[in-house]
């Protein structure tokens, strides 16, 4: 069981920056591969940005070039900076990890292992 631990989300104006990690205690996150998704009221979970196991990045492109993930290796964390923040990025943002596609996945259910979530609130 890999048990995966959000922190960075909070409440910010349309335009600011806010900046989520992941961090998985006892595991090494390079061993995995990594996905920030999202899910607003109502809506469905969507795929935000993911990195494979060998450092490949893909965002959504509803957040490509506002957002980018990243991973630290010395820091075993994955992170995902968010600029230029808009009402419509609010969401409960969840990390996951995934052993079975070490290329990384846009699919929620190819991830076996999730954070509890984290509320990132944009206001207009």
């Known amino acids: 069981q890999v048990q995966l631990e959000e922190s960075g989300g909070g409440l910010v104006q349309a335009g600011g920056s806010l900046r989520l990690s992941c961090a998985a205690p006892?595991?090494?996150?390079?061993?995995?591969?990594m996905a920030w998704f999202r899910q607003a009221p109502g809506k469905e979970r969507e795929f935000v940005a993911g990195?494979?196991?060998?450092?490949?990045?893909s965002h959504a492109e509803s957040v490509k070039g506002r957002f980018t993930i990243s991973r630290d290796n010395a820091r075993n964390t994955v992170s995902l900076q968010m600029n230029s923040l808009k009402p419509e990025d609010t969401a409960v943002y969840y990390c996951?990890?995934?052993?079975?596609?070490?290329?990384?996945?846009?699919?929620?259910?190819?991830?076996?292992?999730w954070g509890q979530g984290t509320q990132v609130s944009v206001s207009s």
């Open positions: 990195i494979s196991r060998g450092g490949t990045t």
């Open positions: 996951a990890a995934t052993a079975r596609r070490p290329l990384g996945s846009r699919n929620a259910y190819e991830y076996d292992y």
């Open positions: 006892g595991r090494t996150v390079s061993g995995y591969a």
